[in-house]
């Protein structure tokens, strides 16, 4: 039967780049899989970038998971209509929780024939979690902080991500204290980077199928108020200019951004950017103001370049607008133009889920 694996966890914990890993050492595995992305709004990175890795995937945009239940199971349809599936590996929206009563238990109660839900996994960036524990908001607006609490309460398998950028010491004393916080989930450590515990999270994901254990009590107007704190932007532009010189813009671009955010105090979720300039490309993160700026790949040599930006921080969209385009002028300011195709900037609506179970849905009670 179909098994579904959900990871979740808050933007730019690094879901998307777990699923590339994932996909690739199960399709090694001789299994076929498909991913589905999930965002507020269309045109994504994540899901450019998947694609270019050469992976099935498709998208549920313009509305998360939750309330779009019936958009996932489409997706799940559409991966299953290209070619016979054996695991589908999906990321819900970062600023999304409650996905264990609004996804896991519907799931288990009305698909028990067609598929097998994996344990609900959480990522949690570790530079967010030490302060977390703290009872902090992780340099977060507190809505957005009780978001990111929620996440890792309906956990079944809580992943302290990126593990690689801790001491190892620092890494196991970190798991302990999420253990002693968090009694009821598998916790554990995990690098994609590295492959550090990537073989362990795939053998329990792909062999358990106690999903959705536990349900976080949820204040939604907490929710709501932690979704509307963040500006949400995705546009996609085309650029013209020196065919050399598209990684020091990307360069530009996120510092220009990162100072810009700083200067305004506003924190950052995640601003990821990709650049394709005749069929090669870069790719461009930043998951905090104070965080460096991470650019992985290379554009070709072309004078033309695609260009999506997808960026998530706590201001006004309309703020929000303004300073990427203020910043893109200065990016672009030693001759390069830029035109844009599309541009969506908004405040993610009150979360109304279609279903929301009350209760764990037990196996016999199915
Ligand atoms: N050091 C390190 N960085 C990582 C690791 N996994 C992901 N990252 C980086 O973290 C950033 C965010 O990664 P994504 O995989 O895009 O995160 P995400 O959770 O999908 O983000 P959203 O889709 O915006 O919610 C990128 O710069 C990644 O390269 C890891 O294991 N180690
Ligand atoms: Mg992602």
Redesign the pocket.
Known sequence: MLRLVLVG???????????WNAAKRLRSRGLAVGLI?N?QAPQLV?TALLTRAGVSVTEVSGSCFCCDYQGLLDAIDELRNRRVVDVVIA?P??SCTDLSATIVQPLKDKLRDRLVVAPLTV?V?PARMADLLEGGTAGLHPGAAYILRKQMEEADILVL?????LEPGEAVALRDRVRAAHPGATVRT?????GEGLEEWLEEVMTRSDAGLHLAEVDYDLYAEGEAALGWLNATLTLEGDPAGWNAFVRRLLEGLAERFRSSGAAV??V?VLLDAGGTFVVG?L?GAAEAA?L?GSAGLSPRAELTI?A?VEMPPGDLERSVRWVLDAAAADGIGWKEHRWRCLSPGRPEPTHRYGFVVEPESR
């Open positions: 966890g808050f933007l730019g914990a690094g879901k998307t780049t777990l699923l992305t965002d994540d990321e929206v970062g990522l960036d991500a990126k593990a690689d950028v995990l690098s994609s980077r590295t979720g995640h990821k993160n998951t991470e992985r997808n998530r």
